[in-house]
Protein backbone atom coordinates (compact mmCIF):
# COMPACT_ATOMS: atom_id res chain seq x y z
CA UNK A 1 0.00 0.00 0.00
CA UNK A 2 0.94 3.15 -0.70
CA UNK A 3 1.14 6.39 1.40
CA UNK A 4 1.83 8.93 -0.36
CA UNK A 5 0.74 12.24 1.44
CA UNK A 6 -0.34 10.39 4.95
CA UNK A 7 1.44 10.94 8.19
CA UNK A 8 3.58 7.66 8.88
CA UNK A 9 3.57 6.59 12.43
CA UNK A 10 7.83 5.87 12.92
CA UNK A 11 9.18 3.68 15.68
CA UNK A 12 12.73 3.87 16.49
CA UNK A 13 14.22 0.88 18.75
CA UNK A 14 18.08 1.91 20.16
CA UNK A 15 20.06 -0.33 22.23
CA UNK A 16 22.46 2.17 24.29
CA UNK A 17 24.68 -0.34 24.85
CA UNK A 18 25.45 -1.63 21.23
CA UNK A 19 24.65 1.82 19.62
CA UNK A 20 22.14 -0.19 17.18
CA UNK A 21 18.82 0.55 16.33
CA UNK A 22 16.29 -0.52 13.97
CA UNK A 23 13.42 1.72 12.18
CA UNK A 24 9.70 0.60 11.94
CA UNK A 25 7.69 2.03 9.75
CA UNK A 26 3.60 1.24 10.87
CA UNK A 27 0.87 2.17 8.98
CA UNK A 28 -1.32 5.10 9.07
CA UNK A 29 -4.21 5.16 11.01
CA UNK A 30 -7.70 3.06 9.38
CA UNK A 31 -9.31 6.93 9.52
CA UNK A 32 -6.15 8.23 7.84
CA UNK A 33 -6.59 5.92 5.14
CA UNK A 34 -10.33 5.99 4.57
CA UNK A 35 -9.96 9.63 4.52
CA UNK A 36 -7.40 9.39 1.93
CA UNK A 37 -9.53 6.69 -0.44
CA UNK A 38 -12.36 9.36 0.02
CA UNK A 39 -9.58 12.13 -0.67
CA UNK A 40 -10.83 14.51 2.29
CA UNK A 41 -8.38 16.33 4.70
CA UNK A 42 -10.13 15.50 8.00
CA UNK A 43 -13.66 14.16 9.22
CA UNK A 44 -16.35 15.99 10.86
CA UNK A 45 -17.16 15.63 14.27
CA UNK A 46 -20.65 15.92 13.71
CA UNK A 47 -21.33 12.81 11.61
CA UNK A 48 -25.00 12.47 12.02
CA UNK A 49 -25.68 15.65 10.34
CA UNK A 50 -23.11 15.96 8.00
CA UNK A 51 -21.50 12.99 5.68
CA UNK A 52 -17.95 14.19 4.14
CA UNK A 53 -17.77 11.66 1.33
CA UNK A 54 -19.25 8.49 -0.20
CA UNK A 55 -16.93 5.16 -0.17
CA UNK A 56 -17.35 1.65 -2.12
CA UNK A 57 -17.03 -1.71 -0.50
CA UNK A 58 -13.80 -2.20 -2.65
CA UNK A 59 -12.29 0.95 -0.95
CA UNK A 60 -13.26 -0.03 2.07
CA UNK A 61 -11.50 -3.52 1.54
CA UNK A 62 -8.08 -1.74 0.16
CA UNK A 63 -8.27 -0.44 3.38
CA UNK A 64 -8.86 -3.64 5.29
CA UNK A 65 -6.07 -4.92 3.30
CA UNK A 66 -3.68 -1.92 3.72
CA UNK A 67 -4.28 -2.64 8.05
CA UNK A 68 -5.04 -6.75 7.91
CA UNK A 69 -1.93 -7.23 10.09
CA UNK A 70 -2.30 -5.29 12.64
CA UNK A 71 -6.00 -5.57 13.35
CA UNK A 72 -7.41 -8.48 16.18
CA UNK A 73 -10.50 -9.16 14.31
CA UNK A 74 -10.83 -13.21 13.57
CA UNK A 75 -12.22 -13.22 10.31
CA UNK A 76 -12.07 -10.48 7.33
CA UNK A 77 -15.62 -9.88 7.44
CA UNK A 78 -15.42 -8.82 10.97
CA UNK A 79 -12.29 -6.67 10.25
CA UNK A 80 -14.47 -4.76 7.37
CA UNK A 81 -17.06 -4.49 9.77
CA UNK A 82 -14.41 -2.80 12.02
CA UNK A 83 -13.53 -0.51 9.44
CA UNK A 84 -17.23 0.12 8.52
CA UNK A 85 -17.19 1.91 11.94
CA UNK A 86 -14.52 3.96 11.81
CA UNK A 87 -15.95 4.81 8.16
CA UNK A 88 -19.32 6.11 10.57
CA UNK A 89 -17.16 7.64 12.57
CA UNK A 90 -15.47 10.01 10.14
CA UNK A 91 -18.68 10.63 8.83
CA UNK A 92 -18.47 8.63 5.68
CA UNK A 93 -21.69 6.51 3.99
CA UNK A 94 -20.88 3.45 1.64
CA UNK A 95 -22.78 2.60 -1.25
CA UNK A 96 -24.47 5.51 -0.46
CA UNK A 97 -25.40 3.87 3.18
CA UNK A 98 -24.79 4.47 6.80
CA UNK A 99 -22.34 1.91 7.40
CA UNK A 100 -24.53 0.26 10.32
CA UNK A 101 -26.83 -0.88 7.16
CA UNK A 102 -24.05 -2.18 5.70
CA UNK A 103 -22.49 -3.70 8.53
CA UNK A 104 -26.61 -5.66 8.89
CA UNK A 105 -26.13 -6.63 5.81
CA UNK A 106 -22.71 -8.29 5.94
CA UNK A 107 -24.32 -10.48 8.93
CA UNK A 108 -27.19 -11.38 7.07
CA UNK A 109 -24.61 -12.47 3.95
CA UNK A 110 -26.24 -10.42 1.48
CA UNK A 111 -22.24 -8.99 1.02
CA UNK A 112 -20.52 -12.67 0.72
CA UNK A 113 -20.03 -13.01 -3.07
CA UNK A 114 -17.98 -9.46 -2.53
CA UNK A 115 -16.15 -9.55 0.38
CA UNK A 116 -12.76 -11.19 -1.15
CA UNK A 117 -10.91 -12.21 2.22
CA UNK A 118 -12.43 -15.15 3.49
Do not use: H, W
Not at 76 to 81: E, I, S
Amino acid sequence: MVFKGLTVPVRIECDTETKQFEIFIETPSTASLLLKEVGAEKGTSATSEQIIGNLTLDQIQNVVDGKREKFLDKTYKTAVKTVLGTALSVGLTVEGEDPRIIQKRIDNGQYDDKIRGE
